[in-house]
Nanobody
């Protein structure tokens, strides 16, 4: 069983920055990718950014140039640096990890979520 421990959420003023961290532990499988999703009130959970263990990144169009995702493979930790934050970035941010169980089989794990609130 994989545990994902998130940190770094909170309240920030518009234009400010936050860095989210998520550390994964407990798996005997190979970690394939990690990432962040977010869910605002009344909306579906959506991808923010993801990164494979080889460093290939994918961003939602709405955060390109604003957020940066990085990964520390040695410590199975993913980071999301968020800059120029806007009120519309307010959401619960969930860490996601995908592990490989074979050539075409994957298993997904989720963190508990961390609240990010952008408000003056």
């Amino acid at each position: 069983q994989v545990q994902l421990v998130e940190s770094g959420g909170g309240l920030v003023q518009p234009g400010g920055s936050l860095r989210l961290s998520c550390a994964a532990s407990g798996s005997f499988f190979s970690m394939y990718a990690m990432g962040w999703y977010r869910q605002a009130p009344g909306k579906q959970r959506a991808l923010v950014a993801s990164i494979t263990r080889h460093g290939v990144t994918n961003y939602a169009d709405s955060v390109k140039g604003q957020f940066t995702i990085t990964i520390d493979n040695a410590n199975n930790t993913v980071y999301l640096q968020m800059t120029s934050l806007k009120p519309e970035d307010t959401a619960v941010y969930y860490c996601h990890a995908r592990y490989s169980m074979g050539a075409t089989t994957f298993i997904d794990f989720w963190g508990q979520g961390t609240q990010v609130t952008v408000s003056s």
